[in-house]
């Protein structure tokens, strides 16, 4: 059974950085496209980055992110903890909103990083950019 955690969500003071972890069981994450999504109150599901898995059709082992986050953010995967990592650094009041782990072993263009296309999702960590 695949299964999704996330952790290391919490309140941050703007330009502060934070790590989010998502532990993954019942399956490899090397051989898994996974991705982060952000939601805020009142806005659609965001794409935030996505790390293709080994092998992939597309591009293997390659990491993609959305445009806010571009050069502020990076993904990474731990295979031998089955971990992967979102590294948020430069931390906005607009990086405000629930962040969810997502996975899928098949994703067509996963630089577009789509919500509809990952089938397994965590239950997401909240994340408060304030003064």
């Known amino acids: 059974q695949v299964q999704l955690v996330e952790s290391g969500g919490g309140l941050v003071q703007p330009g502060e950085p934070l790590r989010l972890s998502c532990a993954a069981s019942g399956f490899t994450v090397d051989h898994y496209n996974i991705a982060w999504f952000r939601q805020a109150p009142g806005k659609e599901r965001e794409g935030v980055a996505c790390?293709?898995?080994?092998?992939?059709?597309?591009?293997?082992?390659?990491?993609y992110y959305g445009p806010s986050v571009l050069g502020r953010f990076s993904i990474s995967r731990d295979n031998v903890n089955n971990m992967v990592y979102l590294q948020m650094n430069s931390l906005k009041p607009e990086d405000t909103g629930v962040y969810f782990c997502?996975?899928?072993?098949?994703?067509?263009?996963?630089?577009?990083?789509?919500?509809?296309?990952?089938?397994?999702w965590g239950q997401g960590t909240q994340v408060t950019v304030s003064s």
């Open positions: 997502a996975a899928d072993g098949h994703v067509p263009y996963p630089w577009l990083i789509l919500p509809n296309v990952y089938k397994h």
């Open positions: 790390i293709s898995a080994i092998g992939s059709t597309f591009s293997s082992n390659s990491t």
